[in-house]
């Protein structure tokens, strides 16, 4: 299928990974700010790629998907092209899309990569099942990854996903989702890398105020209706504890912002608000110069945020369900109880549940990480370590460079190279090797896989 017609180029300005000039996109020569704290990843890659040497004996991947750094699609998407070029295989662009483009305007903002006369005979496309036309249709092998925030995937999609060879995924959760859904199976589960500038930063000091932190968008999805509720109720009034909420202005988006929070926060003297706009190195700051992450979401495909707080050693106050409880448990953080299973109130969901978080487990979990921030450091300091030998991107790029060389053995021989994917996985993270589990608290949604 040919590329969409409109394209957008993002100009060549010179840029550091986490300290940047506002990058632009150029399009009908309008100058569009592109709102995304890692698309300075992005472009040094989109600049390297054009600028590789082509080298015909190399095998190629063909390569599509979201390139918006700020989900769970684009920070594996970026990641995975590095990787890829960096295991000796040429990459093919196929074609790549700003979530921002999609919401706003369609096709209008695509970053135009360099193609290469190169052909490919597997393809590995970031994105969601409807999406996948967009890969070529000669591919001998072909790869989807995919994440899906409730428990029910779109019925209309499991025929798409199941064009694929393979479908992989971000978590334990996500997998069960997808299989309980209809997607075949086996599905790998590849983690979302992060970052190696998420490093520990050590211990916080206490201050005379201790500084809670919200970091994401104003989606119901993401509860932060939770956390104001528990937030005016319990700490509107005392002077030794503030939130920050970093998040995008209110404003209606996808349908299902909260967009009425900050008018009920105008007289809470201790919330402060962050903008959206920051670069990476104030995220860092952001995490630096807090005591503690809170996301009281009621679902995540992976929950990208946490990790990254937990990577830097920064307690993480998170729901006890959905993909961050491959990471988020009482060793490593402080997990928020689930009320129970409610129906999704978002119609791109509505297949689906999400998890409740409580509130005065949420408040409960609060009070224990200010009453012994000591142990609260301890657990994160545990975090750290779990998140940085489990998903760093040494482990994500040796797993996709072990699918990418045992392609062939799909779908002939699919579950006996679904055993060697788990044992390979278990020796790279250094756990040992389990057999399928399902996550106790969506069971009852999952059945008999």
């Not at 104003?218 to 504890?241: C, F, M, N, Q, T």
Request: proline content about 7%; aromatic content about 10%.
């Amino acid at each position: 299928m040919d590329q969409p017609a409109q394209r957008a180029e993002i100009e060549n300005i010179p840029l550091t990974v986490m300290d940047f000039p506002r990058p632009v996109v150029v399009y009908k020569n309008q100058r569009l700010p592109v709102q995304d704290i890692h698309v300075p990843t992005v472009m040094r890659f989109a600049n390297r790629q054009r600028n590789l040497p082509i080298d015909k004996n190399r095998k190629a991947v063909e390569w599509g998907g979201y390139w918006d750094r700020s989900d769970g699609y684009g920070s594996s998407n970026i990641a995975f092209a590095e990787d890829v070029i960096d295991s000796g295989w040429n990459i093919r662009p196929r074609w790549f899309q700003n979530r921002e483009g999609i919401e706003s305007s369609g096709s209008d903002k695509i970053l135009r990569f360099r193609d290469l006369p190169v052909e490919a005979e597997i393809g590995v496309c970031f994105t969601m099942p409807p999406d996948m036309h967009i890969m070529s249709p000669h591919l001998k092998r072909m790869f989807l990854y995919t994440l899906w925030e409730s428990t029910q995937l779109i019925p209309a999609w499991v025929p798409m996903a199941n064009q694929a060879d393979c479908v992989v995924t971000g978590s334990e959760f996500c997998r069960l989702v997808l299989m309980s859904s209809g997607v075949q199976g086996p599905i790998p589960v590849i983690p979302i890398p992060i970052d190696e500038a998420f490093q520990p930063l050590g211990p916080r000091a206490l201050t005379d105020v201790f500084q809670f932190l919200f970091i994401s968008a104003p989606y119901s999805r993401k509860g932060i209706d939770v956390l104001i509720s528990v937030w005016k109720k319990h700490y509107a009034e005392r002077k030794d504890v503030r939130l920050v909420l970093h998040t995008k202005k209110p404003k209606v988006l996808r349908g299902s912002a909260t967009v009425w929070y900050e008018d009920s926060l105008k007289d809470v003297p201790n919330v402060a608000f962050s903008s959206d706009e920051k670069s990476g190195s104030d995220i860092l700051a952001l995490y630096k110069n807090s005591h503690c992450l809170v996301h009281p979401a009621r679902s995540e495909g992976f929950g990208r945020t946490p990790a990254e707080a937990l990577a830097t050693e920064l307690p993480v106050i998170a729901t006890g369900a959905t993909g961050m409880t491959d990471f988020l448990n009482h060793d490593t953080g402080y997990p928020i109880e689930v009320l129970g299973w409610v129906p999704c109130n978002h119609p791109f969901y509505a297949s689906g549940t999400w998890a409740e978080p409580d509130p005065d487990s949420l408040h409960t979990q609060m009070e224990a990480v200010m009453s012994d921030y000591s142990a609260a450091s301890a657990r994160a300091k545990n975090g750290s370590r779990f998140i940085r030998a489990r998903f760093s991107r040494r482990v994500t790029q040796e797993a996709w460079k072990f699918l990418l060389e045992n392609a062939d053995r799909i779908p002939e021989k699919k579950m006996e190279f679904y055993r060697d994917f788990k044992v390979f996985m278990s020796r790279l993270q250094n756990v040992p090797l389990m057999e399928d589990t399902r996550d106790a608290t969506v069971d009852a949604f999952f059945g008999d896989l």
